[in-house]
Structure formats: C-alpha cells, structure tokens
C-alpha cells in the first residue's frame, strides 16, 4: 500500500467520513463504513482517491440505517 493512499484513508477517517473499515474474508477487497447521507457524496470522495483517480476501483453503495428496535423485530408493544 502507498503512503498516498495511507494518508487519504487516514485524512477521511480524521475528518469523520470513513467512520470504520475492514478487509473482505471471502475475497479481495475493503468494506468502508461511511457518514455520508448522499450517495452522490460518497461517490465523488471514492472517486477522488488515488486508486479511483487512475480508474483502478470498483465499488458498490449500499445504504445502510440502525435497526428497528427490537421490540418491532419481536412483536412487543412499547410500554405506556
């Protein structure tokens, strides 16, 4: 790994964009938690490191949320 593509992660992280990252198990590949509301937005900052800049990046977006609470998931009714 490149210290130019160190130092973007470890700037976006700082800054609070990246919020986790981890390494795929199952094949090649890293899996960015990112506080972004605008899918937009999150692709303009992928596309602005240095692997996307060179056309070297695939990635995929999936808009993730919290859960419901689990007295949904469960059936139960909240107390008065």
């Known amino acids: ?3 130019r593509r160190v130092n973007f ?5 700082l ?3 990246i919020d986790q990252w981890y390494s795929q ?6 899996v960015f ?8 937005a999150a692709r ?6 240095p692997l996307g800049q060179a056309h070297l990046m695939t990635f995929e977006l999936i808009p993730i949320g919290p859960l419901n609470p689990l ?5 139960m009714k909240a107390n008065p």
């Open 9 to 13: 992660g470890e700037r976006q992280h």
């Open 25 to 30: 198990q199952e094949r090649r590949g890293v």
């Open 15 to 17: 800054n609070g964009k």
């Open 71 to 75: 007295r949904r998931l469960q059936g």
């Open 33 to 40: 938690i990112l506080n972004v509301t605008d899918p937009a």
């Open 44 to 49: 303009d900052m992928l596309e602005k490191r």
């Open 1 to 3: 790994m490149s210290i």
